[in-house]
Structure formats: C-alpha cells, structure tokens
T-cell receptor, first 113, second 114 residues
Framework: GDSVTQMEGPVTLSEEAFLTINCTYTATGYPSLFWYVQYPGEGLQLLLKATKADDKGSNKGFEATYRKETTSFHLEKGSVQVSDSAVYFC????????????FGTGTRLTIIP | EAGVAQSPRYKIIEKRQSVAFWCNPI?????LYWYQQILGQGPKLLIQ????????DSQLPKDRFSAERLKGVDSTLKIQPAKLEDSAVYLC????????????FGPGTRLLVL
C-alpha cells in the first residue's frame, strides 16, 4: 500500500536558520502530496500541497516541490521564526478517487530565539 | 466560517467501558473523515463518509468500533468495549466533495483508556 516516510525529529534550530524536513513516499498510483502543520494546542492545518510532478506548493514562506523521479516532497523554509515551532506531517492521497490521507509520523520542530 | 467541531475534548475511561465522540463538520461539506492518531504516529484513517454513506471503513476495527453519520451532517464514533491500545487522539475532518479537496480538521478528542 501507499506510505510516507519523513525525517525523524525532533528538530531544533535557531531563529533565521534554513529549514529542510525530508519526505519520501511510496505509491502505486499518481498521488497528490501535502504538508500539514499542527501548532501547539491546535488542530491539523493544511500548509501546502502539490498535485502533479514538478509542481511547487508554497505558503507562509514554506515551499515543497513534487519530485516524481526521487519520490520526494521535502519541506523548506529560508528563515524560520519562533512561531514556526510545531509538528509537521507529510501526507499523500492516492489519486485513485478515494481521497483518504496517508500520513507520515510527523516531525516536531522547535525554533529557539 | 465555523470550523470542524468535536466533543468532548478529553475523555478518560476504564478498559471495557464504552465511549462516544461527536463531530460537526463545516457546513456544506459532503465528506467526513475519522482518524486515529496514536502518540508519536501520524493520523490513520478509520472511516470516510460521503454524505451519509460509507466510502471506506477498511481500517475500522468493526468488532469494537462503529460510526454513523445520520442525515449526512453530524457524525458519532463509538468504541465498545474500549481497550488500552485505543488510547489516542481521535480527529474528525471534513472536505467539500472529497475529490482532491483540502481536508479541514477539528481539534480532536484525546482518549485515555486505563
């Protein structure tokens, strides 16, 4: 079945550092790819998505590019802020019409001032 | 626009007891999902409804879990009897049509089974 493998945490960075959280996937079809974020005490929120190869999703300074050749969807941000501290989940939908999400295990990110 | 509402937010029960969770999706959203998130893991889909019909319940432990979505709006997820391994956060999400739409998540219900 479909699966998502993401970088294990926790990750701790200083403010203004460059962020990369790795995500790779296995899928039998042509999936859509997502990054969700869970801020402390809040529900999961969609951060960005990409639905086809070479698409770049972006939001709030975060970016991720759908790389079919490497089956990857790495999350990047050029300069992180304390407010970016959260748990980040990479996820996919199979693209076969059943739009259930398959999630990775999550990466906890802490930004220190 | 109101988000996805869930209640209760927290629940502590003893094993073999029953428990029920309630979800009210965003108004007009046809698709509703229940996920189970065990500590340290990503959410796992339990059941997906399209209006009041079940689309996917392949990962729902049907010997103890049940869910319904009467009238295609609110939904209830029940566990009877609960086991220790059911301790988790139960997330409800909804989407407009279920076809490549973003899913909007509620705050979750944190269940502890003792």
């Amino acid at each position: 079945g479909d699966s998502v493998t993401q970088m294990e945490g926790p990750v701790t960075l200083s403010e203004e550092a460059f962020l990369t959280i790795n995500c790779t996937y296995t899928a039998t079809g042509y999936p859509s790819l997502f990054w969700y974020v869970q801020y402390p005490g809040e529900g999961l929120q969609l951060l960005l998505k990409a639905t086809k190869a070479d698409d770049k999703g972006s939001n709030k300074g975060f970016e991720a590019t759908y790389r079919k050749e490497t089956t990857s969807f790495h999350l990047e941000k050029g300069s992180v802020q304390v407010s970016d501290s959260a748990v980040y989940f990479c996820a996919l939908t199979s693209g076969d019409g059943n739009e259930k999400l398959t999630f990775g295990t999550g990466t906890r990110l802490t930004i220190i001032p | 626009e109101a988000g996805v509402a869930q209640s209760p937010r927290y629940k502590i029960i003893e094993k073999r007891q029953s428990v029920a969770f309630w979800c009210n999706p965003i108004s007009g959203h046809a698709t509703l999902y229940w996920y189970q998130q065990i500590l340290g893991q990503g959410p796992k889909l339990l059941i997906q409804f399209q209006n009041n019909g079940v689309v996917d319940d392949s990962q729902l432990p049907k010997d103890r879990f049940s869910a319904e979505r009467l009238k295609g709006v609110d939904s209830t997820l029940k566990i009877q009897p609960a086991k220790l391994e059911d301790s988790a956060v139960y997330l409800c999400a909804s989407s407009l049509t279920g076809l490549d739409d973003a899913q909007y998540f509620g705050p979750g219900t944190r269940l502890l089974v003792l």
